[in-house]
């Protein structure tokens, strides 16, 4: 059986899914960057990188939570913003800023119990503190539940120049796929 549900974001026909050379699903910082800053056929892009499972801390226990590391806007990108406070700021992409965090409505009741009052909140995620920013809407999903959403950090490093990053762009609105594929080459 094949379940087909749309995509949960505005205008949702006019994101696309950017591949390196070669269909690579992943891209690197440098190339991400590059896309970004050059290419007249998107009216925003986004990068993410693969779901890592993380320690949540919670008073004297913890809980594993599945989290999505993304370009401060990732969520502008996807025309989502959050239910509660606010997505990352520039800050707090850079190596050494704040460090940010992003909850899904479902941890947020799971373990906060829905109180407004944990923005600006401190919390430990794999033994570092993080401030909790913005809490998603209910709907929210990318590219499957999510618990949470880190910023991502480029360094300018190795770790930078491999092709670990995936992007998504939004096209503008008179652009087809065709002509940003003929515009990518």
């Known amino acids: 059986a ?12 006019q994101l696309v899914h950017v ?3 070669n269909g690579n ?7 991400y960057e590059f896309w970004k800053e050059h290419s007249t056929v ?4 986004a990068g993410y990188r693969g779901t890592s499972e993380r320690r949540l801390s ?9 989290t999505l590391t993304i370009t401060s806007d990732f969520f502008r990108t996807l025309g989502v913003s959050p239910a509660l406070g606010r997505e990352f700021i520039s800050a707090e992409t850079h190596p050494g800023g704040p460090q940010a965090i992003v909850l899904s409505d479902a941890l947020w009741r799971r373990n906060f119990g ?12 794999d033994d570092a503190s993080y401030t909790v920013v913005g809490i998603l809407p209910k709907s929210f999903w990318f590219p499957e539940a999510m618990d949470a959403f880190v910023p991502l950090r480029p360094t300018g490093g190795l770790a930078d120049a491999g092709t670990n990053t995936q992007m998504i762009a939004r096209l503008k609105p008179e652009v087809t796929a065709r002509e940003a594929q003929a515009d990518m080459v």
């Open 58 to 66: 919670i008073g004297t226990g913890f809980e594993w939570i599945q």
């Open 19 to 21: 591949s390196g050379v």
């Open 25 to 31: 699903a992943t891209i690197s910082i440098p190339e």
């Open 114 to 125: 829905a109180d407004p009052q944990v923005l600006g909140r401190a919390v430990a995620l």
């Open 42 to 45: 998107f009216s925003a892009a």
């Open 2 to 13: 094949v379940l087909l549900r749309a995509l949960p974001y505005p205008q949702a026909q």
